[in-house]
């Protein structure tokens, strides 16, 4: 059995500041120490609990945060970018999937860092009319090959995102409890582990007697997407499958999952390329 883990950094333990994520600044040491951690703790929970390989794909920024020097065997490193599939690079060839260090969409309340996967171009993502962060927007690629997402980590926001789509079934572990967008209460990094590891070994064995859940979402899909800017959307429209609605938002759509996550990551890339 193979576990995919997609590892970001805002809803890592300890972090809550912009800085600690932010390669230019010297906070983003701690960043990684804690991300770094958080993943530990899920590798060797999937591992113990009967995974023989873990691919962890390292998902934050330019993706060259993680350092493989302190991972034990059976685990792999999918690091920097540019990656075809950007988060989510390499989670076809594996059994299950755990998101690691999420956080909630843009525009939640009470959420740590809440953004959709660029706090710089994105107002909203829409799929099929539901509003999705990039827990979301993951899973939904991830439905297209019927491979389950089995574990959700982060802020209480995000699990409980995590939960709004899966129900009862999704496993989550909050590593801390969100008090505004640049606040939060958070347990000490000896106490995730353990709650990481535990439930990294639950949502393992859940893949193994196929009882983690697969995203309910139509092959048939269309994204509307909503821009801070307008010259944003102005660049966003220049792609020929891209319709425009209005002066912020597009709309796109398809008929496979994966080629959704690709979709919606080149546009957000050219959108990107603005000026303000």
Known sequence: MRIFISADMEGATGVTSIAQ????????????????????????GALDGGADEVIVNDAHSHMTNLD???WPKGARLTSGSPKTLG??????????IFFLCYHAMAGTRCAVLDHTIDPNVVYSVK???LEVGEIGINAAAASGKKIPVALVTGDDAACREARALWGDTAVTAAVKKARGRLAATCLGPEETYKIIYDAAIKAAQLVRGKKAPVLDFA???IAEIAFLK??????????PFVERLDG???RFGGSDSVEMRRCVSAVLD????APF
């Open 21 to 44: 994520c932010d390669s230019r600044r010297p906070e983003y040491a701690f960043g990684c120490r804690m991300q770094q951690r958080d993943v530990l703790a899920a590798v060797r």
């Open 68 to 70: 493989i020097g302190e």
């Open 87 to 96: 988060m989510m690079e390499g989670f076809d060839e594996c059994d299950g």
């Open 127 to 129: 799929l099929n009319g």
């Open 219 to 221: 092959p048939s899909w």
């Open 230 to 239: 307008t010259a944003q959307c102005d660049v966003a429209a220049t792609l």
């Open 248 to 250: 912020r938002r597009v």
């Open 270 to 273: 050219l959108a990107g390329t």
